[in-house]
């Protein structure tokens, strides 16, 4: 009975009482307890954010739009422009595609399933998924850019890369929106920095300024 109930408390499909034969009402305070902690520790990292927001805030320079050229061959030129934000309480990084014509042709960025799973994602991982035309409307909020203009191959092959980030898991600090920009960059043969523990180099807003400056 007490290998049931060991078992039931590491197995989130036992964690409901209907579905235990021994031991339901514990089972279920076990269940109440878990929930409760997430809410918790998801309103204070909420809290640390908008605390730490505000330091940044007082900090922050002009916007610091830096172009480059991995172009091998001379074809079309096509440009990959990695963003990062000021809008949100963390910033946000996306990524804009473009060809000689128009350089934000569309946009990508990696997102979590909703807002709290987000914030949640540092303890608990969140399904995430690439949206393609929601950084849109952080354009106007955007503090970094970095423009890497490339040859089509390059180009095609970022696609690809962001279309493997389609429908997988989000952990915040570990895989968002910040290593989505890290692993298109990295493909497409820019140096790429490691990211740091807490805030160093780890939200968007710390992380795009040192790529821009490795890549300079």
Not at 36 to 59: A, M, P, R
Not at 184 to 190: K, T
């Amino acid at each position: 009975m007490n290998r049931h109930l060991n078992r039931c408390l590491l197995d989130t499909n036992c964690w409901f009482p209907l579905k235990t034969i021994d031991y339901p009402f514990v089972v279920y305070i076990w269940h109440i307890l878990l929930r409760q902690i997430y809410f918790w520790v998801g309103i204070i990292i909420i809290i640390l954010k908008i605390v730490f927001s505000k330091v940044v805030n007082t900090t922050r320079t002009k916007k610091i739009i830096k172009k480059i050229s991995l172009k091998k061959s001379s074809g079309a030129s096509y440009f990959i422009t990695f963003y990062s934000t000021v809008g949100h309480i963390h910033g946000h990084g996306f990524i804009a595609w473009g060809n000689e014509q128009c350089t934000h042709e569309n946009f990508s960025g990696f997102y979590p399933s909703s807002k709290f799973r987000g914030h949640t994602s540092v303890f608990v991982k969140a399904k995430g998924k690439i949206l393609y035309e929601e950084d849109k409307k952080y354009i106007n909020d955007v503090i970094y850019a970095l423009q890497v203009e490339v040859d089509l191959e390059t180009y095609n092959y970022a696609k690809h890369i962001t279309c493997l980030w389609q429908e997988s898991f989000y952990a915040g600090g570990k895989r968002d929106c910040v290593t989505y920009l890290y692993s298109v960059a990295q493909h497409i043969g820019l140096k790429t920095p490691v990211r740091g523990f807490f805030y160093l180099y780890t939200i968007p807003e710390t992380y795009l300024p040192k790529l821009i400056k490795m890549n300079s």
